[in-house]
Nanobody, 126 residues
Framework: QVQLVESGGGAVQAGDSLRLSCAAS????????VAWFRQGPGKERDFTAG????????TYGDSVKGRFTISRDNAKSMVYLQMESLKPEDTAVYYC???????????????????WGKGTTVTVSS
């Protein structure tokens, strides 16, 4: 079993930056691919960013490509999401997730996630 706990959310202005963190505990973290999903008000939970277990391959949702960066620190069992040039449409609850899937295509799929955190809220005002 793996436990994921997100932190770093908050209220910011459009154009600001924010870094989300996800602390993992339990099974060997380095075996897991990781991802961030987000759910805006009245919307479905959508894929945002992902990184395979090797740490070599990353993939991003179209709306965040070029602005968000996912990273991981296996020694600390941490996952990060650096968010730049935030927009009001980035307002959402952000969820950290982990999976034993190993391809970038697979980690984009919500149903393929094996573990979920409880989320952290990001609010971007104009």
């Amino acid at each position: 079993q793996v436990q994921l706990v997100e932190s770093g959310g908050g209220a910011v202005q459009a154009g600001d930056s924010l870094r989300l963190s996800c602390a993992a505990s339990g099974r060997t973290f380095s075996d897991l691919s990781v991802a961030w999903f987000r759910q805006g008000p009245g919307k479905e939970r959508d894929f945002t960013a992902g990184m395979t277990w090797t740490g070599i391959s990353t993939t991003y949702g179209d709306s965040v490509k070029g602005r968000f960066t996912i990273s991981r620190d296996n020694a600390k069992s941490m996952v990060y999401l650096q968010m730049e040039s935030l927009k009001p449409e980035d307002t959402a609850v952000y969820y950290c997730a982990a999976t034993y899937k190993t391809t970038t295509q697979a980690i984009r799929v919500r149903g393929n996630m094996d573990y979920w955190g409880k989320g952290t809220t990001v609010t971007v005002s104009s």
